[in-house]
């Protein structure tokens, strides 16, 4: 591909008409994933209808573990999606050319971790479909929210649902009998016809692209990813290198990124311990003092709930999860209570620790051991 071509298709200035581009190809991408990932896990992963559907049945049913299952796909995706807006805004506050080229390009990691993931479902299956459909769902959740924030919400590319049904109303409005066409004080229906062949475009580029994953994914096996995760590097690698022209030459860019990266990671623990105030104080609501509580206890935990080892998902939680989580419960703090306990914090000489988190985290750890054995005593011979 022309790198002119690629600049613009998904560089910092946008058009119409890249959009659309971009959304075609994303849109063949995410059939492919969706198809070859349910031939994987036996589960449609761009679906969340289906997901949230699926975990009230299973909770009905008193399945507990396919309901916390859902409940995981359910989370990534939105996560996803986060990821993908703090992303895009980074970018954007860097004034990088690449803003909305860093989540194609962790989307292909993702693909490539879930190739390798896939090799292992066939020994540890009880532990890596579950970590595979959420990298899925992470992946979904990402795509959806870039394609949407770039078009300002014109355009989807995993939610085949609400294409066919703007489909089906332009449809109606293209049909629509003009019985009053004479008379001037009733304007006629006209469907947009540009938009239905959008729509149809990425409709049908969805489908096409499901048949090539299913086929892949069938011949190949799991190495069919990286023919996706190299289109979606070629399509994003032209932005990504200007940036580095630009910026990577700097002398003190190491100091920079360190700088920044301790600089955010400092403000966190700062928010985190300020919400943890919070939550002690009288004046802080009783439904924000439990979210606070939820989030800070979290946030001083010694140890986390998904363990730093498992790709990409083991630095969700403090990367996008916790920050996001604190962000929402400052938003119900009072302003005043805020702003005294972001004063102790910064004095404050150590940070707490929260026993109490941890302690609750060893359950869930041992409950799911306990689960998993269960599991392997029943379906093992």
């Known amino acids: 591909m022309p790198i002119l071509y690629l600049r613009k298709l998904t560089g910092k200035e946008r058009s119409p008409g890249s959009n659309r581009q971009l959304a075609c190809y994303l849109a063949f991408v995410a059939g492919a994933t969706n198809a070859g990932g349910f031939l994987a896990v036996h589960q449609y992963t761009s679906h969340m209808s289906g997901i949230v559907s699926a975990m009230a049945d299973n909770l009905a049913l008193g399945s507990l573990w396919l309901m916390l299952d859902g409940l995981g796909a359910l989370l990534s995706f939105l996560a996803g999606a986060a990821c993908s807006a703090v992303l895009v805004n980074w970018g954007r506050r860097e004034r990088l050319q690449s803003e909305y080229a860093l989540p194609l390009m962790l989307e292909a990691t993702l693909l490539v971790c879930f190739g390798l993931l896939g090799s292992n479902l066939e020994h540890h299956e009880w532990l890596f479909v579950p970590a595979t459909v959420m990298v899925l769902c992470f992946i979904m959740g990402l795509q959806n929210a870039l394609v949407t924030k770039l078009s300002n919400a014109e355009i989807r ?182 702003r005294q306990h972001r004063a102790t914090a910064a004095a404050a000489p150590n940070r707490p620790v929260s026993h109490v988190a941890a302690l609750v985290i060893v359950t869930l750890w041992a409950i799911a051991a306990v689960s998993a054995s269960v599991w392997l005593v029943r379906h093992l011979p």
């Open 157 to 338: 590319t995993t939610h085949v649902t609400g294409m066919v049904t703007d489909i089906g109303i332009e449809l109606g409005k293209l049909f629509f009998w003009n019985l009053s066409r004479d008379d001037s004080g009733k304007p006629p229906v006209l469907a947009n016809r540009h938009k239905l062949r959008v729509l149809l475009t990425l409709v049908t580029l969805f489908f096409a692209g499901g048949v090539i994953g299913a086929l892949g994914f069938k011949h190949i096996g799991f190495s069919a990813t990286l023919a996706l995760a190299t289109l979606l590097l070629a399509l994003a690698a032209v932005p990504v290198l200007d940036d580095v022209r630009l910026h990577l030459w700097r002398r003190d860019l190491l100091h920079h990124l360190v700088a920044r990266s301790r600089r955010w990671a400092r403000t966190v623990r700062n928010e985190a311990h300020a919400v943890w105030l919070a939550a002690q104080d009288p004046r802080t609501p009783w439904y924000a003092k439990a979210l606070a509580s939820l989030i800070a206890g979290y946030a001083l935990s010694p140890i986390d709930l998904i363990p730093d080892f498992i790709p990409v998902l083991g630095y969700v939680d403090e990367v996008v999860l916790v920050p996001l989580g604190l962000l929402l419960a400052i938003r119900l703090i009072p302003l005043e209570v805020m």
